[in-house]
């Protein structure tokens, strides 16, 4: 009937509005997504669909569809925020002026770009400080160990004793050794020596050259350090894509002075979402990870399934609500920052069998809801309804007006009347 009436209105346009009508049903059959986060290979298995707003569906039009139970609870709506599911803020560690801001809000970047950058030329200049610092502790070092290797092959004191004693050659006797413990005799080695011996003496330069290669190896460590230390300097004054992501938001400009601490730049992750609700302490024991419910963005009033992602351990003690966060379906429309609602179970109402009807079928007149049956005679007839709470994304729960077993038009057309015959040989 509805074909007939636009084809009479526009009957050049026909084949295009035959060829929209199969464009939105194949879209909306093939609306399915999975989600990018899985825990377990049972839960991967789980369906998760995202139901987009329906269009005209002419097609359908009058069709007759039979009221049927459902086994329906009490459930509760709440409101939430959409996240990303990973986001940093890239804040300052180093007073200074910002210099260089890379793109702007919505700009790609891979995962180890440069996203800001602070001036570091106060910086560079302790760093050339410090590194010519540690090249003459370098040169120290390569003087002790000269020193060292110098005493070691040939010692000071065997050639002062040679200088000095002329008649015991360079290896004195074993009386002159001797004399030389006694100090005090009349050797003149033991005079020289006050009574120690060379080789003593030897041992003790040996030890103190040994000394100053320890304090030139420690002199370096300690300039190294202070080249690290400002190397981490440096790398503060650099802001690093930590993953791939995109600016959420700037607040800072290039030529702003900034200090540590202050907010430069919001990083985020967007390809992957989650809706973070604050639910109620009384609720959070009817969820569980990896469980699915129904939710509903406030984009097109677009229903979604969502999976339990992370349940956080403790409530918060003022409003006593604890943090959930749901898995969204990956292609959802919208994106951060937009509000969603999410069905939580109730479990403290018993679950009771309720008549569930399309909520295609559901018309207005005025601000009451109504459906149109089929009576017996075969003729449409207009009733009032009280609806319930919605059942999943194409039903809704009825309180009053129909009953099981009645007959109601899904897709009502909308010059349909009471007491009206429809045509149901289309």
């Known amino acids: 009937m509805l074909h007939k009436q636009w084809f009479n209105i526009m009957p050049t346009a026909g084949v295009g509005v035959l060829f929209a009508i199969s464009v939105v049903t194949s879209f909306q059959s093939q609306a399915e997504s999975v989600y990018y986060r899985t825990n377990s290979s049972q839960s991967s298995n789980l369906p998760s669909k995202v139901y987009y707003p329906s269009a005209q569906r002419g097609a359908q039009h ?7 139970n459902a086994k329906t609870g009490a459930h509760v709506v709440l409101g939430g925020t959409v996240k990303p599911y990973r986001e ?4 300052a560690q180093m007073p200074g002026r910002v210099e260089f801001i890379a793109g702007s809000e919505g700009d790609w970047f891979d995962e180890g770009q440069i996203l800001v950058a602070i001036d570091d030329d106060d910086v560079m200049a302790q760093r050339h400080q410090a590194v010519a610092d540690l090249y003459g502790r370098t040169s120290s070092l390569k003087d002790a160990r000269a020193q060292y290797s110098r005493e070691f092959w040939a010692p000071q004191a065997l050639q002062q004793q040679q200088q000095t004693a002329p008649s015991m050659g360079y290896f004195p006797s074993m009386f002159e050794k001797f004399m030389g413990f006694g100090g005090g005799g009349p050797s003149s080695v033991g005079n020289y020596y006050n009574g120690l011996n060379p080789w003593v003496v030897r041992d003790v330069d040996l030890y103190s050259q040994g000394t100053h290669v320890d304090q030139a190896q420690s002199g370096i460590f300690g300039a190294r350090s202070r080249v690290d230390e400002i190397d981490a300097r440096l790398r503060d004054t650099r802001g690093i894509s930590p993953f791939e992501g995109v600016v959420v938001e700037k607040l800072a400009e290039v030529g702003d002075t900034v200090q540590p601490g202050q907010a430069l730049l919001r990083f985020a992750d967007t390809r992957y ?47 006593h609500t604890v943090v959930v966060k749901f898995d969204l379906p990956s292609g959802v429309p919208g994106g951060p920052g937009m509000y969603a609602e999410v069905m939580i179970p109730d479990v403290n109402t018993p679950i ?26 075969g003729l449409a007839e207009m009733r ?16 009053s007006g129909v009953l099981p077993g009645e007959q109601i038009f899904a897709f009502p057309s909308p010059r349909i009347r009471s007491g009206d015959r429809p045509d149901l040989s289309r």
Do not use: C, W
Not at 62 to 68: A, D, L, M, N, Q
Not at 88 to 91: D, S
């Open 62 to 68: 009058e069709s007759i569809v039979t009221v049927t």
């Open 273 to 319: 979402l989650q809706l973070k609700v604050d639910v109620p302490a009384r609720l959070v024991s009817a969820l569980s990870e990896d469980m699915i419910v129904p939710a509903k963005l406030d984009v097109g009033d677009t229903y979604i399934d969502v999976r339990v992602a992370r349940i956080f351990p403790m409530a918060d003690s003022q409003r």
């Open 88 to 91: 940093v803020t890239l804040t």
């Open 384 to 399: 009032l309804v009280r609806l319930g709470d919605e059942i999943d994304n194409e039903y809704i729960a009825v309180l």
């Open 352 to 377: 009771t069998d309720m008549p569930k009807i399309p909520k295609s079928a559901v018309i207005r007149r005025g601000s009451l809801p109504a459906v149109f049956v089929l009576n017996h005679e």
